[in-house]
């Protein structure tokens, strides 16, 4: 089973196509555990749930009595004592909800400490993100990050299979992209992609390949009214833009065959 991880300046898409990927697996009749590790989550929407299933999904980092539990600290704190390695095994079933096949859970922010703090909330999601990655051999793990690597470290940078960067033919999206591929690359991450996302025509994918990072392109995603609608409707993206839906089945299949290869 495949374990990726898709990232991107913000507004490029990549939920849109964590969502189509997910739905593609789930058809083909994966396990399939998506998990919204942006500070923004919208994975939900992207993905059709139900009103009420999105009500049950808590983010973990804002359970304060769940990271006091598992770590013996209360969190908001940096510092002090509490548990490095806190049991994890249990909260994917616990904290998640499933529609159509796909388990989705929420990470949440950690609103104190700086970056890479160590403070309980920071130590329990990364032991989850950890336990998602090395542990759970039976299922796709599709995690929608925001603009970096911050839920990743070198424990699991060799259990991605891929990290795809998401980028749009804009110059910010790629020089956001060379900034991830130089995060991933520090932590050890060995699989890195690119995937185009809002392409109108040939010179947009001319542009993407030529200022883009020196990565494998995945393949790309066609600007999409069809994608906006959806959002709009609060609609499942998979089920409104049959295009995409086309091009995501090619950029997963390619993923596979580069998968294979190694």
């Known amino acids: 089973m495949s374990k990726i991880a898709v990232t991107g300046k913000g507004g490029v898409g990549k939920t849109t196509l ?20 942006d500070p923004s989550p919208n994975l939900a929407w992207a993905l059709g749930f139900p009103p009420d299933l999105v009500a049950q999904i808590a983010p973990i980092a804002e359970m304060d009595d769940l990271i006091e539990e598992r770590t013996g600290a209360k969190p908001g704190g940096v510092g002090g004592w509490f548990k490095m390695n806190p049991r994890v095994d249990d909260i994917p079933e616990r904290f998640s909800a499933t529609y159509h096949g796909i388990r989705l859970l929420q990470l949440g922010t950690i609103k104190k400490g700086g970056a890479g703090c160590i403070c309980p909330e920071s130590v329990l999601l990364k032991a989850l993100v950890t336990h ?30 891929a990290l795809i960067i998401v980028v749009e033919p804009g110059r910010r999206s790629l020089q956001t992209a060379e900034l991830i591929q130089g995060l991933a690359q520090d932590i050890g991450i060995p699989r890195l992609y690119l995937v185009g996302n809002g ?29 906006v609608e959806a959002d709009m409707k609060g609609v499942a993206v998979f089920e409104m833009a049959p ?4 091009e ?8 596979d ?6």
């Open 18 to 37: 964590t969502s189509l990927l997910a739905h593609i697996y789930a058809q083909q009749g994966r396990p399939v555990i998506a998990i919204d590790a």
């Open 132 to 161: 998602l990655l090395l542990d759970r051999g039976s299922e796709e793990v599709i995690m929608d990050m925001e603009a970096g690597v911050e839920h990743l470290g070198r424990a699991t940078a060799e259990a991605v299979d």
């Open 199 to 227: 392409v109108r025509d040939e010179a947009d994918r001319r542009f993407i390949h030529s200022q883009g990072p020196d990565l494998p392109i995945l393949g790309f995603l066609s600007y999409s009214p069809e994608a």
């Open 243 to 246: 295009q995409l839906v086309r």
């Open 248 to 255: 995501a089945r090619l950029i997963a299949a390619e993923l």
């Open 257 to 262: 065959k580069q998968k294979a290869s190694d």
